[in-house]
């Protein structure tokens, strides 16, 4: 049996602190055999964690967290990025059309761009939809209090189950996981269409030290453009500054150049 997490953010979204590096090595640090890079509504993250990925002994799928008008998606295995802004149905049809699959992240909640259960079941109703979205985080340990709902209700939908870590933190990744039978992306993917995943919730609360340092990082990547790097992948907690050259690299990937 394999171990996938597929809702890991990057540096290329704006609320995480972590280097696509720092990622890789982090997932192979905790065992992971699949990941999936799914910064908000940026590719380049994804791309660059599959460039770099043979070096490092795992795969990684390449993936989005795309911002629908119904809330969060995660697209997965797809080769363009999808719009932001569209309807969940239109944006589901745009993943299919591309081979693509999808994940409704931290479902049926009160939280801000999750996916009612309204807008999931639309979507099963519709035929070519349907055909896209193939699973639901029943566990995401980034709100991990408000999942009950889609746990109980999950038994009644024909999804996959994941667990997931919605890491915006290195350390955070793999905190939730999913295991699958086999070991390589094409097996986890056939799990999803098969309904044959396990999820593996975080098993602690998600505490007041996480997210002290969380905010210590987020607020040091936008005053100076502190990230962690892989260095400092295996000691949590414990920020390390970039070069200069670094920062500047960066900066321009992310405002396109």
Known sequence: ?????????????????????????QSVDVGLNVIAITDHDEVRGSLE??????KYGIEVIPGAEISTKDGHLVALFIKTLP?????????LLYI???GGIAIAPHPFNHLPHSLSMEAVLGALNNPRAKGAL????????????????????????PLAKIASSDAHIYWAVGAGRTKFPGETALDLRIA?????????????????????????RITMRRLGGYASDARSASTPINTQPMSS???????KKRDGG
């Open 1 to 25: 049996m394999g171990t996938a997490d597929l809702h890991i953010h990057s540096i290329y979204s704006y609320d995480a602190t972590t280097t696509v590096r720092a990622i890789l090595k």
């Open 49 to 54: 964690a599959q460039e770099l990925a043979p």
């Open 83 to 91: 719009p932001a802004g569209m309807s969940l149905i239109d944006t």
């Open 96 to 98: 299919g059309k591309q």
């Open 134 to 157: 193939k699973g639901i985080e029943t566990h995401n340990m980034s709100t991990q209090n408000f999942d009950k709902i889609a746990q109980k209700l999950s038994i009644y939908l």
């Open 192 to 216: 999803l269409e098969n309904n044959t995943t396990v999820p593996i919730p975080y098993e602690e609360e998600f505490s007041a030290k996480a997210v002290i340092s969380w905010v210590r």
């Open 245 to 251: 050259s670094m920062i500047q690299r960066i900066k």
